[in-house]
């Protein structure tokens, strides 16, 4: 059975840094592309960056691009979202997700339909 839990949030303000970490069991962590969402009260979850399986291949939405760094570590099996110059409009539940490589037809996973994996969230908050 697969497990993602996300940890690392937390309130910060604005301008400030914080680093969320999903820790991942029960899948081949390698063969996986693994993915960050969030969702702010009253809105859809949006995409926010993802990691090819080998780590090699990152994407971002326009809005953290530059700001936010995903890394993947496969002997830990964690992945981790470094968040830098954080804003107001960031605050959300963070989510990870995760996808085998063979189900993924395109470079960049970025709908959250194409992970079937997903962990419990974890909030975080930007003070304007």
């Known amino acids: 059975q697969v497990h993602l839990v996300e940890s690392g949030g937390g309130l910060t303000q604005a301008g400030g840094s914080l680093r969320l970490s999903c820790a991942a069991s029960g899948l081949t962590y390698s063969n996986y592309f693994m993915g960050w969402f969030r969702q702010a009260p009253g809105k859809e979850r949006e995409f926010v960056a993802t990691?090819?399986?080998?780590?090699?291949?990152?994407h971002y939405a326009d809005s953290v691009k530059g700001r936010f760094v995903i890394s993947k570590d496969n002997a830990k099996s964690m992945t981790h979202l470094h968040m830098n110059n954080l804003k107001a409009e960031d605050t959300a539940v963070y989510f990870c997700a995760a996808a085998d490589h063979w189900t993924i037809a395109v470079l960049a996973p970025t709908a959250s339909n194409e992970y079937p994996y997903w962990g419990q969230g974890t909030q975080v908050t930007v003070s304007s």
């Open positions: 990691i090819s399986w080998s780590g090699v291949r990152t």
